[in-house]
């Protein structure tokens, strides 16, 4: 289960953030899958389970029903029934989220001790003083005959700050330590670019919570007046989040014009943005290249031309054996499933399937198939199996 161990005009928001002006309607379900062949040069076969409204996330539960988020602000509890049936419910005491631009709900990650707890955390973009900014949320799951699927007791635990003004680059991602006393979560620059260098800032930072939301940052960035919940600094738009089984935080984020990158996060390095990027801004302006002794954390792997990707996961099933341990991100842009090779603390390119929809997320199942999660309205799940 994951994490249990996601330019200021409108051709910006599609090339680099991978997010196009998404309807923010919220239409029902459309459940009428039908199996998928395998298309030739992918080892696996794709079957699609329902169609949902612009989805953005989801998180499976301990008995193999799953929360799926949609952009527009609903959230839905989704459950394959017999045969190629698939039955989903509302779910409801969700926060209002704006969802202009990139905006609106994003992450859901169910707690690690969700069998006893019952807790569910969450992302989303609001409007408040300022401008907008994301925030951080957690509820407990219920559901039953008489009042259907709902999220009660939901309390705030985190908010961006600075708010400020547009609607791009929130970010949003959540993912739990293995320590079982943390949280990270992530906030994109907003595109502005400066806050990601900002000490006092959380904008451009992946940040360390408690489990209720108390700042836990790097202490020894705090004891240089950082805020106190920045873990590391430097980002721009932070749209995956997941530890490996050795422990170790993967985060890949969107580049500007190129640069895309998968990082390895380590407490209290400075991964360069918009100090040092492998792209370059989106009028031609050169951005200084990543280079050793530069100060900054270089990434792990980098694209140029971009994959825009969407989520991030670490494959640790048993359907694909030779994939434990590895790197998946979802394409926008790309329209693909992007494998990334991980030895250690090292990774490099690996596979890139072409899947013809822009995909926003990606997912493991309890049985160790991978699932997807297509961008935009009637935006498809996908479950991939093994082929043959």
């Known amino acids: ?24 309607n919220a239409g ?31 998180t499976f539960l301990p008995d193999g029903r799953m929360l799926v988020t949609e952009k527009g602000g609903r959230m839905l509890l989704v459950q394959q029934a017999s045969g190629s049936n698939t039955v989903t419910w509302p779910v409801t005491g969700i926060p209002a989220t ?21 807790l569910v955390y969450f ?50 991602r959540i993912a739990f330590a293995p320590d079982g006393k943390h949280l990270f979560f992530t906030n994109g620059e907003r595109q502005k670019f400066d806050p990601a260098q900002d ?31 920045v873990w590391s600094y430097g980002h721009r738009n932070l749209l995956g989040l997941a530890f490996d089984a050795q422990g170790n935080l993967w985060e890949q984020e969107m580049g500007p014009k190129g640069g ?33 002794g530069d100060g900054f954390e270089p990434p792990k792997v980098w694209w140029n031309p971009v994959i825009s990707p969407g989520g991030l996961m670490v494959y640790s099933g048993a359907m694909f054996p030779e994939w434990q341990g590895d790197l998946f991100i979802g394409g926008l842009s790309s329209e693909s499933l992007v494998h990334v090779d991980v030895n250690g603390t090292d990774a490099a390119k690996g596979d890139q399937w072409p899947m013809g929809k822009r995909i926003r997320d990606v997912e493991q199942g309890p049985d160790g198939a991978i699932w997807l999660l297509e961008d935009g309205e009637g935006g498809r799940l996908l479950k991939l199996s093994k082929a043959g």
């Open 1 to 24: 289960m994951r994490r249990f161990i996601a330019c200021t005009t409108a051709a910006i928001l599609v090339a680099a953030c991978g997010t196009p002006n998404d309807p923010a």
């Open 28 to 58: 029902g379900n459309t459940a009428a899958p039908q199996a998928a062949g395998t298309a030739e040069g992918r080892p696996f076969q794709v079957t699609p389970v329902t169609s949902l409204d612009s989805p953005w996330a989801m």
């Open 98 to 118: 704006d969802s202009e631009g990139q905006g609106g709900l994003m992450d859901v990650v169910a707690a690690p001790d969700f069998v006893r707890s019952k």
């Open 123 to 172: 992302s989303g973009s609001v409007t408040g003083p300022g401008g907008k900014g994301v925030k951080l949320w957690r509820g407990r799951f219920v559901h039953d005959a008489e009042q259907g699927a709902r999220l009660e007791g939901v309390t705030e635990l985190f908010s961006a700050t600075p708010f400020v003004p547009g609607d791009g680059h929130y970010s949003g």
């Open 199 to 229: 000490p006092k800032a959380t904008l451009g930072k992946v940040l360390r919570l408690t489990l209720d939301g108390k700042p836990a940052g790097d202490p020894a960035l705090t004891a240089r007046g950082f805020h106190p919940a």
């Open 260 to 292: 895309d990158e998968v990082n390895l996060v380590l407490p209290g390095r400075n991964y360069g943005w918009p100090k040092a990027s492998n792209g370059s801004h989106y009028d031609g302006r050169d951005i200084p290249d990543h280079k050793p």
